[in-house]
């Protein structure tokens, strides 16, 4: 696939109106708008109400189209994402396929998703859990990237810091418990294809959920290197 200006293509069009045989227009800006808004919910691939283009901010200039047949096709620049504001390119192909205008437009859109928030105040240094929490729903863009987005990631935690009731908690502020102690013996796995090997180790680090730890292979004698994925459980990183 060759690449162009645009690194991805991410092409979506609909047949404009027929319009009297010869007669040229002015591309109205609701076409664009309506276009825009097919695009970016066929993009995302969210559920009703997953995504919302809020503004669409077009050239002040008018378009005019020639006669004929004419096609909007939407695409994506390189490195573009469909969050908060997005330039988009806008071209306008005739019935044979040809590029007659190309024009830039800016769409604000926002993405939503369910996240943790306090259900009721939590103090500094209190110990969390699901039950803690309750799923609301958040504009992506408003969330820090250190987000906490799923209940499960915070049975056991510990805060850091007071939140009020409807904030969201962000990693770096709670403390998840050691699932891994130094010292103690852990059952360590690991996978590659269909292979599916386990042993017991000696846990030479401790380690919370996902942090990566030394074990002693007690078998072999070797130490390996492998991620905490449950209390004394070790997964192996090849």
Sequence with gaps: ???????????????????????????????????????????LGLDPGGAEVRSIQL???????????????????AGGRLLGRTPL?????????????????????????EVPVARTPLRANQSVGPGSFQMRRKDLASLPPDAVTRLEDLEGARLRRALAP???????E?????????GSLVRIFARRGALFITAVGKALDSGRKGEAIRILNIDSN????????????????F
């Design 174 to 182: 709670m403390e998840l418990p050691y699932l891994v102690r130094q």
């Design 1 to 43: 696939m060759r690449k162009m200006l645009l690194a991805a293509v991410l092409l979506l069009s609909v047949a404009l109106p027929p319009r009297a045989e010869g007669q040229a227009r002015f591309l109205d800006p609701g076409e664009v708008a309506a276009e825009v808004r097919r695009f970016v919910a066929a993009q």
């Design 89 to 113: 390119m806008v071209v306008a192909r005739d019935g044979a396929g040809a590029e007659v205008r190309r024009l830039w437009v800016t769409a604000e859109v926002a993405v939503y998703t």
């Design 59 to 77: 050239p002040p200039q008018a378009v005019l189209l020639p006669a004929g047949p004419i096609a909007l096709h939407v695409e994506m620049p």
């Design 166 to 172: 409807g904030e969201i908690v962000r990693r770096h």
């Design 222 to 237: 070797k130490t390996v290197q492998g991620r905490v994925v449950e209390k004394a459980a070790v997964e192996v990183l």
